[in-house]
């Protein structure tokens, strides 16, 4: 789309990679209500950590 990606999170049910809620499209969260798939990991080097959009809730994968 010619905009720049802030950091980009992984869907966990289909692989689906998507810029995270700080950049101008996210598309990480925009999957989800297409999708309906709850869960995303950060797929930033070092981080280990996850969210659920159904729960709101961070999820911790190290």
């Known amino acids: 789309m010619g905009d ?3 950091h980009l999170r992984m869907c966990l049910e289909c692989g689906h990679v998507g810029c995270c809620d ?4 996210k598309h990480a969260t ?3 209500h297409a999708a309906g798939h709850p869960i995303m990991r ?5 981080e ?3 969210w659920c959009y ?3 809730l961070q999820l911790d994968f190290s």
């Open 48 to 50: 280990t950590w996850g």
């Open 42 to 46: 950060s797929m930033e080097p070092g």
């Open 22 to 25: 700080s950049s101008k499209n």
């Open 4 to 6: 720049r990606w802030v």
């Open 54 to 56: 159904v729960d709101q």
């Open 30 to 32: 925009k999957h989800f």
